[in-house]
């Protein structure tokens, strides 16, 4: 059975997170990806399989390097997932600063 992983329980983990950070601008190998944190290989390398399950992550052969990079397609995906929730707490908030503006401009009359 192919368990597929969760987007959202992938970026969840903070170095993932920082993994899609790095590679973002550029595609690197493990070992690179790897010197950037302190812990062991082993462990990046199943942050990077997680991350490629969840298609975030590309793979690349190049002669006998494998290099990650962003899948910005379905980086995308999910910050169109997003937007509405983003847009709502923009909207939010922004109420809430009004409120404040006006109750303070109150406090100073």
């Known amino acids: 059975m192919n368990l597929r992983r969760d987007v959202f329980q992938a970026i969840a983990d903070p170095t993932r997170r920082a993994i899609l950070t790095l590679v973002a601008t550029q595609a690197m190998t493990a070992g690179l990806i790897a010197s950037n944190f302190d812990t062991a290989r082993p462990t990046v390398s199943k942050h990077l399989q997680i991350l490629t399950e969840c298609e975030l992550l590309k793979q690349e052969q190049s002669g006998r390097e494998i290099y990650y990079h ?14 509405p929730f983003r847009q709502m707490w923009d909207e939010r908030f922004n109420k809430l600063e009004a409120i404040m503006k006006q109750y303070q401009s109150k406090q100073t009359e």
Do not use: L
């Open 70 to 83: 962003i899948n910005a397609k379905k980086m995308k995906e999910v910050a169109d997932f997003i937007e």
